[in-house]
């Protein structure tokens, strides 16, 4: 069967097509939100606890501002308003982030309907994107990486309908609200806007930027990102100076454009390679797609400026929901049939079934999971240096607990003299962040640190007279105090591999916190 593209001669018209593809999108955005709600509480009776960065999230959402060394406010505000709503659980706090990914999957289907597609179309790239490994696990926890494919995909949604004249110009705001919202939510989404741009200007539809709607959208998306830029600036850029000593550090594993290319593959599921690089050919060649040349391009622009600045694999991802939609309208318009898609859709969902989702979410048992993953070849393929016996998203979801109880059990056998005087110092922002979220409830005094935006959070008053810390040498310590107690170490099953380190008291610093905390400042 083949497909017509939606007349958008008056807005009844749009309105009565659209109307079932909503249906269709929120029917899968809800089977989306579902799927993600009833794996985090059952990963949760499994043992499978906060990630690590969101704990590093909830404390910046206890000490809100416009801006952080590692990242921009909005996450930080998820974090506070989910932890406030839904309670400081691991599915709770995650809500959003599930709503954030039922939403990617729905844009997902309208940007089909966009391109012409019906109802099997649209099934066929919203199952796409729900497959995708990349993304099932992006929104199975909190993080920015949930939201930013919304904000793309909404942003390419809005200047899609305006070129087909379905929306007034006036939409223009949106656009800018969302591409505001987005730089406010990553840093990377000031990449994307260049390549649409770029995209923009090679393609007839060069004349919309030439319109007083637009400069009103610059307007919007410069005043939502103000906040930021005038924190980064009262700062000293601090994000530019962690990326520049991340790009000249050894943390990230720099992959060849071969290799990145192939993850590009791996990430989406290998099986729907040929739906969104499909995607890619028909925008950039059939005829029925030229009005959306653009889009190919700006994909192809953003890739290769990841590829130029050696990003990690996976900053790529928000953007291929738009490729899944295209190809799922190609592949209709080619067979000139149905049943094509339906059988395409079948088999991802038969791979989504048997691979993704026992890969990607949390519903087999660690042991399990690495009986079941060694058939896929899973965890092989790192983003960082860093080791774990799991894939990082799921390592890095054990010992915390175990950690601040381990902190309690040393700090409350102190004598009440020495413990009234003793602080706790952590190297990086997961096991200070574990103790000031989790150590409350075991009497644990705030814990410091000089890693990413605990640097500006200072010293907190601690002197140094009496230290808990986690380390891995006594010999580290030996400089800096007078003297170094082991207390034992610390470990738990499935952690990541650094995390493997003993407990030390350090007692008399030599010199005092406040003296000496520029050089604790740890950007990396």
Request: charged share 15%.
């Amino acid at each position: 069967m083949t497909t017509a593209l939606p007349i958008p001669a008056t807005n009844s018209a749009v309105r009565d097509a659209l109307r079932p593809a909503l249906m269709v999108a929120s029917g899968f955005a809800l089977l989306t939100l579902t799927l993600h709600v009833t794996c985090s509480l059952y990963g949760s009776r499994l043992g499978y606890g906060f990630f690590r960065d969101e704990l590093y999230f909830l404390v910046c959402g206890h000490h809100l501002d416009w801006g952080y060394v590692d990242q921009p406010p909005l996450v930080a505000l998820q974090a506070r308003i989910a932890e406030a709503v839904f309670g400081l659980t691991p599915t709770g706090i995650r809500v959003l982030s599930f709503a954030a990914g039922a939403g990617k999957v729905g844009l997902t289907g309208l940007l089909a309907w966009q391109f012409g597609g019906r109802r099997t179309a649209q099934m066929l790239a919203m199952t796409a994107a729900l497959a995708a490994p990349v993304f099932l696990v992006a929104d199975n926890y909190l993080s920015m990486n949930s939201w930013e494919p919304c904000f793309w995909m909404g942003c390419l949604f809005v200047v899609l309908r305006i070129a087909d004249e379905g929306f007034s110009p006036r939409w223009w705001l949106v656009f800018g609200l969302l591409a505001g919202l987005g730089i406010e939510n990553k840093v990377s989404t000031v990449f994307f806007l260049v390549a649409l741009v770029l995209g923009l200007q090679v393609a007839p539809q060069r004349r919309m930027l030439w319109s007083k709607w637009v400069a009103a959208a610059i307007g919007v998306i410069f005043l939502v990102a103000l906040p930021n830029f005038w924190w980064q600036w009262q700062h000293h850029w601090p994000t530019y100076e962690l990326l520049n000593d991340i790009a000249h550090s050894d943390k990230n594993t720099k992959l060849p454009p071969l290799a990145f290319l192939k993850q590009q593959a791996d990430m989406l599921l290998i099986f729907s390679a040929p739906l969104w690089i499909g995607g890619l050919v028909w925008l950039g060649f059939a005829r029925r797609a030229k009005a959306w040349r653009f889009v190919a391009v700006t994909y192809l622009l953003f890739l290769a400026m990841m590829m130029a600045m050696h990003a990690k694999d996976y900053y790529v991802a928000p953007i291929y929901p738009v490729l899944f939609a295209a190809g799922a309208v190609g592949l209709v318009e080619i067979t000139r049939r149905n049943w094509p898609a339906y059988v395409y859709a079948a088999v991802l969902a038969f791979f989504f079934a048997i691979a993704t989702l026992p890969i990607a979410l949390t519903v087999l048992p660690p042991e399990a999971y690495m009986r079941w993953a060694a058939h896929f070849g899973a965890n092989k393929t790192r983003s960082e240096k860093f080791s774990s016996p799991l894939p990082q998203y799921l390592s890095d979801r054990f010992g915390w607990e175990e950690m601040a109880q381990g902190f309690a059990a040393r700090y409350n056998a102190l004598p009440p003299e020495e413990r009234a005087k003793t602080g706790i110092f952590c190297g990086n922002y997961g096991e200070a962040s574990a103790v000031n979220m989790l150590g409350s409830k075991y009497g644990l005094p705030v814990a410091i640190s000089g890693h990413q935006n605990y640097f500006y959070w200072g010293w907190n008053g601690y002197t140094g007279e009496s230290m808990l810390t986690l380390g891995d040498d006594p010999k580290d310590y030996r400089k800096s105090y007078e003297e170094v107690i082991d207390l034992g170490k610390f470990d738990a099953p499935w952690i990541m591999d650094h995390e493997h380190r003993r407990y030390f008291l350090l007692k008399h610093r030599k010199k005092t916190y406040e003296q000496e905390w520029p050089d604790f400042k740890y950007w990396y």
